[in-house]
């Protein structure tokens, strides 16, 4: 009961995330398609939703041969590619989250620093540098975790073969630190401090405006106040998940199937951050208005 469960679960979370994620992906592609032009945030949100879906598109499989302990048939290789797969799109996706908090503070915050508006002229450009630095940056940080992953050969259990396959050795806590301070906590910072500084900034420019220009600058501020609340949920939901993660790691040793609820809390993490997208994105919640609609007629 508790496999067909865990089986019911992972297939309604995966299925949600699939189906949000490529759905932000075609609907910008789209956009692309009939305008010749990816805005800059566009840019950002498809990289975010294409590595949440490929992520599911890993993660669909290694539940499969996971939790059916089917490892035999596939071997380490298997393993070593699909826990590639997912870490480097699941750090990537972090990054790219980070890079859309920092672009919309940039573009919503008015200061009168030098370097700060320099970056405000070129963020476009300097999007498109931090993109491929983040790919780059986590292929190369993500790539050693093959070498610690081997199925163990001194046991007769096959649950324990297929689920312990990661090897206990004192340097896999140091790399583990490592990839952690750098693919999670680097990204959640930029995330608090471009969030804190959207929502300080908002809160400032709202007591500065008098009553009598509040009816005519509310229609300025509706767009500001809506993208500090899509990126305040969208912070949320990564501290949720993310430390949800962490106190899987370090409060139970990995074995039987706490691997699947950490993987669990990812899928969960990327449909939630489909979700958000799509209900807070105007662009996108007419296109998904107008999925919906020709799907009723």
């Excluded at 992972?10 to 990816?38: D, K």
């Excluded at 070498?147 to 806590?173: D, G, M, P, R, V």
């Amino acid at each position: 009961v508790f496999l067909i469960l865990q089986l019911v679960a992972v297939l309604t979370v995966v299925s949600l995330s699939l189906l949000g994620s490529f759905f932000i992906v075609f609907a910008n592609l789209i956009e692309f398609r009939s305008s010749g032009v990816l805005q800059t945030s566009d840019l950002i949100i498809t990289c975010l939703a294409l590595s949440n879906g490929l992520i599911e598109v890993g993660q669909v499989p290694w539940f499969l041969v996971y939790i059916l302990n089917l490892c035999n048939n596939t071997g380490e290789d298997f393993y070593k590619a699909t826990d590639f797969l997912n870490t480097f799109f699941n750090k990537a996706s972090s990054w790219f989250m980070a890079w859309l908090c920092l672009f919309y503070c940039v573009k919503i915050i008015k200061v009168n620093w030098r370097t700060f508006l320099k970056l405000k002229r070129r963020i476009s450009s300097v999007v498109k540098v931090l993109i491929v630095v983040t790919l780059v940056g986590c292929l190369v940080v993500v790539l050693p975790i093959i070498f610690y992953i081997q199925l163990q050969s001194n046991t007769t259990s096959i649950s324990a073969q297929c689920k312990n396959y990661y090897i206990t050795e004192n340097n896999i806590h140091v790399y583990g630190a490592f990839l952690s301070f750098f693919t999670s906590f680097l990204p959640l910072a930029i995330m608090l401090a471009s969030s804190m500084m959207i929502v300080t900034f908002l809160c400032k420019h709202s007591r500065k405006m008098s009553k009598n220009t509040k009816a005519v600058s509310r229609s300025h501020g509706d767009g500001p106040a809506a993208v500090a609340k899509t990126i305040t949920s969208l912070t949320v939901l990564y501290v949720v998940c993310t430390g949800t993660v962490f106190a899987l790691n370090s409060l139970v040793v990995l074995e039987d199937n706490v691997l699947v609820f950490i993987a669990l809390s990812c899928s969960v993490y990327s449909a939630g951050c489909s979700m958000i997208l799509i209900v807070k994105t105007v662009k996108l919640k007419e296109r998904c208005r107008e999925v919906c609609c020709r799907g009723n007629r």
